[in-house]
T-cell receptor, first 119, second 110 residues
Framework: GAVVSQHPSRVICKSGTSVKIECRSL??????MFWYRQFPKQSLMLMAT?????????EQGVEKDKFLINHASLTLSTLTVTSAHPEDSSFYIC???????????????FGPGTRLTVL | DAKTTQPNSMESNEEEPVHLPCNHS???????IHWYRQLPSQGPEYVIH???SNVNNRMASLAIAEDRKSSTLILHRATLRDAAVYYC???????????FGTGTSLTVIP
């Protein structure tokens, strides 16, 4: 149990276009989801906290108008990178905190990540 | 915001125990200690977590110092599949955000 999926796993886009990444909790409900970014050879950096039905909370230095987050249901959060540029190329990872029985409810379950390359 | 300190890298021989240390001297009374590991190009995988008492699960053991200013993740018998970057993270009781440190890259030698 407690599986998180991301789609797509890999995307290549042209500079100036927008890219949407989906994060789904497959077998549990998550009121809170998190988005991270990871550059090569570096650690994960928390970008934002997403709560179902409310606006996301962004970490300092993360542009909310560039990284649009929507958490419309208890199993789905989306991250849209608007007007992507080469410097946005990174590994984007989501996680979800479970509320469901049979899972560990005070930790985060991570998705497999999405590799974004902006040309 | 990372409040943990870990060695950058460690090596272990296969089938031997591994002790991965983590210092968190500024831990507050309500912070939980979480351990995750990450393989290249994958999301982090939950390993174990605890608050004050030592914890055991099928993957590992977590030994927490009495003053909670440090902890040690113990892999009882390292396998090649345990080669990964191991992150020690403090989770506040409210907010639940994770701020990752640099982690320890574990190499397992056959």
């Amino acid at each position: 149990g407690a599986v998180v999926s991301q789609h797509p796993s890999r995307v290549i886009c042209k500079s100036g276009t927008s890219v949407k990444i989906e994060c789904r909790s497959l077998d549990f409900q998550a009121t809170t989801m998190f988005w991270y970014r990871q550059f090569p050879k570096q650690s994960l950096m928390l970008m934002a906290t997403s709560n179902e039905g409310s606006k996301a909370t962004y970490e300092q230095g993360v542009e909310k108008d560039k990284f649009l987050i929507n958490h419309a249901s208890l199993t789905l959060s989306t991250l849209t990178v608007t007007s992507a540029h080469p410097e946005d190329s990174s590994f984007y990872i989501c996680s979800a905190r479970s509320l469901s029985a049979g899972t560990i409810t005070d930790t985060q379950y991570f998705g497999p990540g999405t590799r974004l390359t902006v040309l | 915001d990372a409040k943990t300190t870990q060695p950058n890298s460690m090596e272990s021989n296969e089938e031997e125990p591994v002790h991965l240390p983590c210092n968190h001297s500024t831990i507050s009374g309500t912070d939980y200690i979480h351990w995750y590991r990450q393989l290249p190009s994958q999301g982090p995988e939950y390993v174990i977590h605890g608050l004050t008492s030592n914890v055991n699960n099928r993957m590992a053991s977590l030994a927490i110092a009495e003053d909670r200013k440090s902890s040690t993740l113990i892999l009882h018998r390292a396998t090649l599949r345990d080669a990964a970057v191991y992150y020690c993270i403090l989770r506040p009781n409210t907010g639940n955000q994770f701020y990752f440190g640099t982690g320890t890259s574990l190499t397992v030698i056959p």
